[in-house]
């Protein structure tokens, strides 16, 4: 994936209200949450902050050519990159590891981020809705 265009739609910072569905770990319910996207070498970069009934989750995120790489406060490191690719004017990060897999959807309309996140554990299972996310435009 080589520097584009289609980027500058996810680029800025974004806020907003997220849905979360139940998991292994956790029940379901709401966060707000903010995305702070920044261009970076042959793809962006971006900061995750979400909070939830007093608790927080920090990330940042590195998509760069084909590859993605996301670190967060909850403390895994990626084992292996994931991948970075266009789905029409959908953004789509898949990475794997042996705690299971995710895929992050994000696609801008406008002054609206949407984010849709899925998880299968194991890796080879069906996926399944985890987070649900529109955010408007904070900048």
């Known amino acids: 994936m080589t520097s584009s265009p289609r980027f500058e739609s996810l680029i800025g910072a974004w806020t907003g209200d997220?849905?979360?569905?139940?998991?292994?770990?956790?029940?379901?319910?709401t966060a707000q949450a903010s995305i702070d996207v920044r261009p970076g070498p042959d793809g962006i970069h971006f900061d995750y902050v979400e909070t939830r009934d007093g608790s927080r989750l920090?990330?940042?995120?590195?998509?760069?050519?084909?590859?993605?790489?996301?670190f967060d406060s909850y403390g895994f490191t990626p084992q292996t990159p994931g991948t970075a690719a266009w789905d029409g004017d959908t953004l789509v990060l898949d990475r794997r590891s042996d705690r299971g897999r995710t895929v992050m959807r994000l696609r801008a309309a406008g002054d609206s981020l949407e984010v849709e996140l899925d998880t299968a554990v194991?890796?080879?299972?069906?996926?399944?809705?985890?987070?649900?996310?529109?955010?408007?435009?904070a900048d």
């Open 18 to 29: 997220e849905e979360l569905f139940p998991t292994a770990w956790t029940a379901a319910g």
């Open 58 to 70: 920090d990330a940042h995120a590195v998509v760069a050519g084909g590859g993605f790489w996301w």
């Open 122 to 137: 194991p890796a080879d299972a069906d996926l399944a809705p985890l987070v649900r996310g529109t955010y408007r435009r």
